[in-house]
């Protein structure tokens, strides 16, 4: 299959072609006819399935065919990191097109963004807590929005964004099309969705089973050495692009800091970061300058970086969706990647749920010199869970995808 079925206008083909996507991905095959009908969608899509695509395109579509520099369509995203990765991935695939994109968020300067919406601009991706800031100060207009989209729903929750959001909606035009997408679903989210969506149509693309193109293997250690695992099982399988998550912000720090002094190139993401901190480091992540990212899980949720080799998780997620979102930051559009997760004693309630979602045995690998239960080594799930043949969706590697993915802050590009 091809994008030809959707007729979208040329210009959007021709940034189609330019990003080199040559057949759509199943969340795009299920969602963008609806949402090209105008109907109100809530996906149930875990990252890394090409879901952002999946409603810019429609969404452009839409907005070429009225009157241009006025705020039409509002995404609004948990992240400043997601929300700049929308804003590119917007600019990238409008390049053709005369629509203008920008982001919003905190932690940077409000006067180019209140500059920016004061120039005019078709579609704003915003992070809750500044773009109320902007509605109080009155220098956006949401009055034309036309199209809402809710990214990343759960994750919004978990970090208590829901009050803000509703006050966000309050002040939008009743009669819009509104999108909501959410890797969980969970009564909250279920709740929201009710209060927001009318009459959505539903679509569920791999809930709960974690990309199938990655491979799950676990180690068992203690405490006190998972620093020397690490550095072992760096030596031993490469540092290409290799993204290590912890579960608290100093222990992100402290641990690129020791990566740092044993000689990798890393550094660290987490939110007591200033901004441009945060930037610089997946700017550095993305463009290979360091080959390995500490980071938080709030810090890392929805980041897309082409070629993430492994994911470590050198502390247990929390959950099993945390699993979920940690993973799906490898393997991403059908390439593969492996998973690696330390498991110490306190470990074993995620764990369990970890194995129930993974559907079975996890198996576990061992290291000479650490004592663990060596089972067999990895596990590979079934499949992507998709109707749409695999060998359709391949994501050419182009140097132009490959730039586009190294370009992280280039907020002045069609803004
Ligand atoms: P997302 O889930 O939106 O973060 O997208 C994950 C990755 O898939 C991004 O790097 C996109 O550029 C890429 N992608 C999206 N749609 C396609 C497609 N149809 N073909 C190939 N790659 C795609």
């Not at 927001?196 to 180690?219: D, E, W």
């Not at 740092?260 to 993305?286: D, I, P």
Request: hydrophobic residues 35%; contains cysteine.
């Amino acid at each position: 299959m091809t994008f030809d079925v959707y007729h979208f206008n040329s210009k959007i083909m021709a940034g189609i072609d330019a990003s080199g996507y040559s057949s759509p991905t199943p969340i795009q095959t299920e969602a963008m006819p609806h949402i090209l009908a105008g109907k109100d969608v809530m996906g149930l899509a875990q990252t890394g399935t090409g879901k952002t695509a999946a409603f810019v395109l429609p969404m452009l579509q839409r907005l070429l065919s009225s009157p241009r520099r006025k705020v039409r369509a509002l995404i609004i995203a948990p992240t400043r990191e997601l929300a700049e990765q929308t804003h590119n991935a917007i600019v990238d695939l409008a390049r053709k097109t005369d629509l203008t994109s920008m982001s919003i968020y905190g932690g940077v300067g409000i006067q180019p963004q209140m500059k920016r919406l004061k120039k005019g601009v078709d579609i704003v991706t915003a992070c809750p807590g500044r773009l109320l800031d902007h509605i109080n100060r009155g220098t956006i207009s949401l009055s034309n929005i036309e199209m809402l989209v809710m990214d990343e729903a759960d994750q919004m929750f978990d970090m208590g964004f829901f009050p803000d959001i509703r006050k966000i909606i309050k002040r939008l035009p009743a009669d819009r099309q509104n999108l909501m997408f959410s890797a969980t679903m969970p009564e909250d989210i279920k709740h929201l969705a009710s209060e927001v969506l009318k009459n959505p149509v539903r679509i569920q693309i791999g809930h709960k089973v974690p990309v199938a193109t990655v491979s799950h293997t676990f180690y068992t250690v203690t405490t006190g050495s998972k620093n020397t695992l690490l550095l072992r099982l760096l030596n031993k399988n490469g540092t290409e692009s290799v993204l290590v998550f912890t579960r608290t912000k100093r222990r992100s720090q402290n641990l690129a800091e020791h990566l740092e002094r044993a000689g990798h190139e890393a550094t660290a993401l987490h939110g007591n970061l200033s901004q441009s901190r945060r930037q610089k480091a997946l700017e550095g992540f993305r463009n290979g300058r360091f080959k390995i990212l500490v980071a938080t899980d709030v810090a890392a949720r929805g980041i897309d970086v082409r070629g993430i080799s492994r994911v470590i998780n050198y502390d247990m997620p929390a959950t099993a969706d945390a699993y979920t979102h940690r993973i799906g930051r490898t393997g991403r559009a059908e390439e593969t990647g492996d998973a690696l997760t330390f498991v110490c004693g306190e470990d074993k309630g995620p764990l369990r749920a970890i194995q129930h979602m993974l559907g079975g045995k996890l198996k576990y690998a061992a290291l000479e010199g650490f004592a663990a239960p060596a089972r067999a080594l990895e596990q590979r799930p079934k499949q992507w869970p998709s109707s749409t043949p695999k060998k359709s969706y391949r994501p050419r590697r182009s140097n132009e995808s490959r730039r586009r993915n190294s370009v992280f802050s280039n907020m002045a590009r069609k803004t």
